[in-house]
C-alpha cells in the first residue's frame, strides 16, 4: 500500500496559470494578490515576466472555465487557477452564472488531468465578498494552496 499527499515545498518547477475575471475586480484584484502572495511565500515565481506564472484576464466569472480548459489542454500547466467573484442581486442571474461556472470549472479539470481550482467567490452581499478577500482573511490564498498541493499530489500520481 502507498499513501500519496500533494506538498507545497516541491514549487521551483511548477508551472501555473491564473484565470481571473474582470468584473468585480474590486473582489478579483483582492483574491489576485491573496493568491500572489501563497505562491509567492512558497518559492513561486509570480512576476508576470517570469516562467512559472501565466495570467490571463477575462470579461467576468462565466468566461473563467472555457479558458482554464484551453490552458489545461496545452499541457503547458501542472494547475491552473480560476478567480472570479459573483454577487447576487435583485435578478435570478446569480443562480445560472454561479451553476454554469462551478460545472465549467469542475469540466475542465476532469476533461484533461489538469487540477482546476476554483477560486470564484459567490456570496449574497458585496461585504460578504470583501470579507472572503481579504477584511477577514483572503481565499486567495487558499486557492494558490489547493494549487500547490494539488500539482504536487498529480506529479506524483503519474510517476
Not at 11 to 26: H, K, Q
Not at 55 to 81: C, H, K, N
Amino acid at each position: 500500500m502507498a499513501v500519496f499527499e500533494g506538498n507545497f515545498t516541491q514549487t521551483e518547477s511548477l508551472r501555473l496559470a491564473i484565470v481571473i475575471g474582470r468584473f468585480n475586480d474590486l473582489i478579483t484584484g483582492k483574491l489576485l494578490a491573496g493568491c500572489q502572495d501563497g505562491l509567492k511565500r512558497h518559492g513561486v515565481d509570480v512576476d508576470p515576466e517570469g516562467a512559472q506564472v501565466d495570467y490571463v484576464w477575462v470579461p467576468g466569472s462565466f468566461e473563467v472555465p472555457v479558458v482554464a480548459r484551453q490552458l489545461a489542454m496545452t499541457d503547458r500547466y501542472d494547475a491552473v487557477i480560476c478567480l472570479g467573484a459573483v454577487i447576487r442581486g435583485q435578478t435570478p442571474h446569480f443562480d445560472y452564472v454561479a451553476a454554469e461556472v462551478a460545472k465549467g470549472i469542475a469540466a475542465a479539470g476532469f476533461q484533461t488531468g489538469v487540477p482546476v481550482i476554483f477560486g470564484i467567490l459567490t456570496a449574497d452581499t458585496m461585504q460578504q465578498a470583501l470579507e472572503r478577500a481579504g477584511i477577514k482573511s483572503n481565499k486567495g490564498w487558499d486557492y494558490a494552496m489547493n494549487a500547490l498541493e494539488m500539482a504536487n499530489l498529480m506529479r506524483q500520481l503519474k510517476k
